[in-house]
């Protein structure tokens, strides 16, 4: 019966040093795969990529934190050692990359260089409705050019068109031109540029088929500048 007892004991032995062999095989990969992306996130950084740079921090901490699974789990038949596990590296790589988290926190810089007319009049509703968009993919708004990370510029202006009445009911319409062009300040290239016109109706007068007009632009813009900041 002890015999039986040493042979069932060494054989649970086995395992348990075979299962944490197969746990540090996996650290030093997944951890190397970690490490691997260090240098593609750093060359984000420094292309002003901010929004790709961020999900890949975000997706290397928790890789990292399953590393720390793995290293609690193997440690615990006491063969391995700190060095063993892969312990210093690991921790000096979450540090940098919790560093990186640190930088990008504050999401996406935004300059909106916005000179909208209303009917001769400076219309500021596109710029803080513009903002408002914005915000939601994190952005924040810089005052200087040079510290944003994408320089948006933006002219547009109304024009008074003709009116249609229909018995004692009257239409107003009005068009809004404008031009848009998106810059990565990071390299100075623009990488969008174009004009758009939009007409706008309203039973009240043509500032507000104006407004009208701006509302349609403002969704058409919003999703374009979406798109381009986040590639």
Not at 44 to 71: P, W
Not at 186 to 200: D, I, L, P, R
Request: charge should be negative; charged fraction near 25%; proline fraction near 1%.
């Amino acid at each position: 019966m002890k015999r039986i007892l040493i042979i069932l004991l060494s054989v649970l032995s086995l395992n348990v040093c075979a299962q944490s062999d197969k746990l540090v095989r996996r650290i030093t990969y997944e951890l190397g795969k970690v490490e691997g992306s260090i240098p593609q996130i750093n060359m984000l950084m420094k292309k002003g990529e901010k929004v790709q740079a961020r999900e890949m921090v975000d997706a290397a901490l928790k890789q990292m934190e399953q590393i720390e699974t793995y290293q609690k789990e193997a440690a615990l038949d006491g063969s391995y050692d700190e060095e063993d596990l892969l312990i210093p590296q690991t921790q000096e790589t979450k540090r940098f990359l919790v560093n990186k988290a640190n930088q990008l926190k504050n999401g996406i810089g935004v300059y909106i260089q916005c000179d909208a007319q209303l009917l001769g009049d400076y219309y500021s509703t596109v710029k803080d409705e513009l903002q408002g968009q914005l915000a939601e993919l994190g952005c924040s708004f810089v005052e200087e050019k040079e510290q944003a990370d994408w320089a948006i510029n933006i002219t547009a202006s109304t024009r008074e068109g003709n009116k249609m009445t229909t018995g004692n009911f009257t239409t107003y319409f009005s068009y809004v031109d404008l031009k848009m062009s998106i810059e990565k300040v990071a390299n100075g290239k623009h990488v969008y540029q174009n004009a758009f016109s939009e007409k706008g109706g309203d039973s009240r007068n043509y500032t507000y088929a104006a407004k009208e007009a701006y509302q349609e632009l403002i969704i058409q813009i919003s999703k374009i500048i979406k798109e381009q900041i986040q590639q």
